[in-house]
């Protein structure tokens, strides 16, 4: 069973940084891909920034220059650095992670909080 970890939230002012970090009990290069999604409250989760397998990222338009998301195959982890904060970066962050074969199966991590406020 596949068990993702997350850390690193925390709360920081605006214009400030954090770096989450997913640890993965299972071999990330085993996934087809990895992201990072967000919650605020009221609001549904969406995604916020992937890389898939290949290394390829994506990231959506509102964190793009801001925003970086890694992986590193030697220590299971995949991490989202997050420079230049905003207070609507506050939300719940969660690692998210999935396999393709035999067939899609999705893992969740339990979630961080990440708060920007002065």
């Known amino acids: 069973q596949v068990q993702l970890v997350e850390s690193g939230g925390g709360l920081v002012q605006p214009g400030g940084s954090l770096r989450l970090s997913c640890a993965a009990s299972?071999?990330?290069?085993?996934?087809?891909?990895m992201g990072w999604y967000r919650q605020a409250p009221g609001n549904p989760r969406t995604v916020v920034a992937t890389?898939?397998?290949?290394?390829?990222?994506d990231y959506i338009d509102s964190v793009k220059g801001r925003f970086n998301i890694s992986k590193d195959n030697a220590k299971n982890t995949v991490d989202l650095q997050m420079n230049s904060l905003k207070p609507e970066d506050t939300a719940v962050y969660y690692c998210?992670?999935?396999?393709?074969?035999?067939?899609?199966?999705?893992?969740w991590g339990q979630g961080t909080q990440v708060t920007v406020s002065s």
């Open positions: 998210h992670a999935y396999t393709s074969f035999p067939r899609r199966f999705d893992y």
């Open positions: 890389i898939t397998s290949a290394g390829t990222t």
């Open positions: 299972g071999t990330v290069s085993r996934f087809t891909a």
